[in-house]
């Protein structure tokens, strides 16, 4: 048997590629970063990076993103200081042409948080921004057009898991701070299914759902208006019954 030449095998490599969310300004964001290297030098891209020989892939993807934009995102299974950004696998993308550099998969992750700052450029991202995603995906300029590699279908793929988890999870507070109102919460609902919703009958819905809230204690008036009862999520993960999405 000849022994193992690394040589005689084509170049592959594995990156991982972030879908990270966050309501702003009462829109649905995503965030891009602008290429500082080729390929697709000066495309708008998803933040991501190649995988380091030493580094499992939740780890590269949460390196990624603080090097190419200073945030941070934390494991649920591994609470951080504080509460972080939910973080998950989201999927395996592998088309032998969707890198001209060689043969890459990208493993894709799906970040979620609250109303998160302003980015700020990192590693070989020259600049990042927030864009709505209807702008990205549904824009008249068509604008995922211009993202690099195949980030258009990975972004696609990305918000349409976050719209049907939060039908059947409560995956929608993770958008929210730790204590918020109801309204704040529909607010979230509104902003990733893009449509608008009675806020009695969500009212109703939300604190009937056993486990989906719990009372915070207190009240706010950030909103404006009476004081509004703060809650914080509960400890169910999945809803029952579900919060099914609207037709539209």
């Not at 490599?13 to 390929?39: I, K």
């Not at 030493?54 to 951080?80: F, S």
């Not at 109801?182 to 607010?187: A, T």
Request: a negative charge; aromatic letters at 6%.
């Amino acid at each position: 048997m000849s022994p193992y030449d690394p040589s005689a095998f084509p170049p592959f490599a594995v990156t991982v590629d972030l879908v990270v969310l966050t309501v702003r300004r009462h829109a649905l964001c995503a965030l891009v970063v602008r290429r500082g290297e080729q390929p697709f030098q000066g495309r708008w891209a998803l933040p991501g990076g190649f995988v380091r020989g030493d580094e499992d892939l939740a780890g590269a993807a949460a390196r990624e993103l603080a090097e190419e934009t200073g945030l941070c995102a934390h494991d649920p299974a591994a609470p951080g200081v504080d509460n972080g950004a939910h973080l998950e696998q989201l999927a395996t993308y592998g088309d032998p042409k969707r890198d001209p550099r060689m043969r890459v998969v990208s493993v894709a992750h799906l970040v979620l948080a609250p109303d998160l700052p302003a980015p700020r450029a990192g590693g070989d991202a020259n600049s990042a921004r927030w864009a709505p995603v209807g702008e990205l995906l549904d824009g008249p300029d068509q604008a995922s057009a211009g993202l690099a590699f195949d980030h258009a279908t990975i972004l696609a793929d990305g918000v349409e898991r976050a719209r049907s988890k939060i039908e059947y999870s409560s995956l929608a507070t993770a958008f929210c701070p730790p204590e918020f109102t109801v309204g704040e919460l529909r607010r979230v609902y509104e902003a990733v299914w893009g449509v608008a919703l009675d806020p009695r009958n969500f009212h109703r819905k939300v604190t009937g759902t056993p486990g989906f809230l719990v009372p915070a204690g207190g009240t706010t008036t950030r909103q404006g208006g009476r004081p509004a009862q703060l809650f914080r999520a509960g400890g169910a993960t999945l809803l029952n019954p579900p919060m099914l999405r609207p037709e539209v």
